[in-house]
């Protein structure tokens, strides 16, 4: 029998509940009757307008044999972005409506419709962050031209952005970026900034039919590594600014050629592409050689919206398969199997599992708010600088194979694309390497407690929100809070320095597990002191997650690894992988 799905924020088992604690009254009643308004605009229009959508062609030659650069996307995939434009996904942070609470409410948002919408908040999360980078460095003239454009809601007048910095020697590692940007001698004053020409080859560059991006080019000598890069914004079509609804020109108006379209294992709607900037135009934003200090809103930005991203696709997995189960029969037609214990049990096991990462990722959420709009505490600020890549690597960690069990809980319809899981699976993997795998974002994290006071703001925090509850429900929750002071315990220890080389990649599991439970506890306090609808189950989902949901595992295998003598735990890794060289020696005798 075929599954209704429903609106996807009224249906939400979370969401709603989340942003009401969140969000001042007046503030939630305005965006809980939008969500709802637009939660049916997600079942109806962008899922009709899905079906448009198709993988971008690239036209690099003419009949005549001229070079055009014709990347050509679908009606579908434009007409997503159309959406979201007017629906002001982007706008919302940056109207500040709401002042600090119009990033929950912005993120609410994607949040029911990212799994519906083809990847096309790829694109967008990078609009969002480099409207960011503009606003807060950007020239009067570059946020009147780009900055308005990059936040509008009028589809004809609105830009997307891209950003780029993979380049071929060293993916992640961009110390060795190799493209160049020399300074325009004599070409007078700019209002956007100082004109460069940029020269390189971008290895990535996804939403290549953006208007502009934000690009690291070494203005500095190479063995400055990543101290010789400067932030460019470069036009990827010329002019700059141009009427609403006019024609958009091709890249190569400002030397930027299009090598190819990557073939992915996923994301294939998204037009990913090598670019060779053969000296195009660009803007330095801030000070020369202050590039990766510059674009971190961006990888902020980013990362929070891939995290976002991951759960919104586990949440639409975990909806159809509970819609499902609520149809469904076996027993020759007898019983449904939302009457079947074994099944509903772990139906139960993800729901968990989503609960804790919806209020991890939105706590992360709601941090980025305060501190964009300078009304975070230190304190707020520090954690948010702890929250972010762990959200990233958590989410991207968690949700890909929580979507498979959604999928085996459908049988073999599970298996069919029609469905709309299948999908979910290939195009979700991306954010397990995009903005940082997880063992890059754990050392961010390692970094960032060596650096600041992050770890003990954050701890410090724990302690609040386990302090606060009432002693009712301390001795109800006696076993899991005893059990969450260990571990807090514990991620104290982990990160003294020196730090074992070993302990990062664990240790953010145990500092997510610790934080996500944290963030159960502070929304459980509050359902139970305002006697919340369904309270009991908060209560529940709390004990479970925290005694079920692999907090014990992830503590173990941060004691395991500081058990190990590094030295020797490191050969012995490397000759498992690569053999050791004492066998090496007794095969070549």
Known sequence: VPFVEGNPYTTDPVLPSLLKRILPASVFRDVSKDMERFGEEVSTTVRDMSKHVAPPELVQYDSWGRRVDDLRTSEGWRGLKDIYVREGLVAIAY???????????????????????????????MTDGVARVIELVGSNELKRDVFSRLTSRDPARAYTAGQWMTERPGGSDVSRTE?????????????????????????????????????????????????????????????????????????LTNNIL?????????????????LAIQGAEAYLLGDPSQGVKLITPVLNITRTHSAVG????????????????????????????????????????????????????????????????????????????????????????????????????????????????????????????????????????????????????????????????????????????ANLRVALDALADAYKAPMHPL?????????????????????????????????QTDVDVFRRWVLE???????ENVRRALKNAPEDRIQADSDIVYGSKEGQTQARL
């Open 95 to 125: 109207e500040r409506q709401y002042r600090e609470h119009s990033r929950p409410y912005g993120f609410a948002k994607l949040f029911i419709a990212a799994a519906d919408s083809e990847v096309v908040d790829c694109p967008m999360s």
């Open 179 to 251: 493209t160049v940007a020399t300074l325009i001698q004599d070409s007078g004053p700019s209002p956007y900034g100082p004109r460069y020409r940029v020269d390189g080859f971008k290895w990535f560059s996804s939403a290549t039919d953006s208007d502009v991006a934000l690009a690291l080019a070494r203005t500095g000598r190479p063995e400055d590594g990543s101290r010789g890069l400067s932030l460019m914004l470069v036009p990827v079509r010329l002019p700059l600014v141009r009427e609403p609804n006019a024609p958009r020109p091709s890249a």
């Open 258 to 274: 299009i090598h190819r379209l990557k073939n992915k294992f996923g994301t294939k709607v998204v037009p990913t592409a090598e």
């Open 310 to 481: 991951s759960v919104a696709y586990f949440r639409k997995g975990l909806a159809i398969a509970t819609a499902h189960s609520t149809n469904r029969t076996i027993k020759g037609g007898r019983q449904l199997l939302k009457d079947t214990p074994l099944h509903v049990a772990e139906l139960a096991k993800l729901h968990v599992l989503y609960r804790a990462l919806v209020h991890f990722v939105f706590g992360s959420v709601v941090l980025l708010g305060k501190t964009e709009c300078g009304v975070a505490t230190e304190s707020e600020i520090l954690r948010l600088r702890m929250m972010t890549p762990a959200i990233k690597a958590f989410a991207a960690e968690k949700c890909p194979s929580a979507i498979e069990e959604c999928m085996t809980c459908l049988g073999g319809e599970g298996y069919m694309e029609e469905n709309g899981i299948a999908k979910l699976i290939p195009d979700g993997l991306v954010e397990k390497i995009w903005e940082g795998t997880v063992t890059v974002l754990s050392l961010d994290i390692v970094r960032a407690v060596d650096k600041s006071a992050a770890l003990d703001a954050f701890i410090a925090w724990v302690n609040d929100i386990l302090n606060a509850c009432p002693a009712s429900l301390a001795a109800t929750l006696r076993e899991p809070i």
């Open 503 to 535: 302990v990062p990649r664990p240790v953010l599991f145990l500092f997510s597990h610790v934080a996500s439970s944290a963030y159960l506890l502070e929304h459980t306090i509050w359902a139970v002191n305002t006697a919340e609808p369904g309270y």
């Open 549 to 555: 949901g692999g907090l014990d595992t992830a503590l």
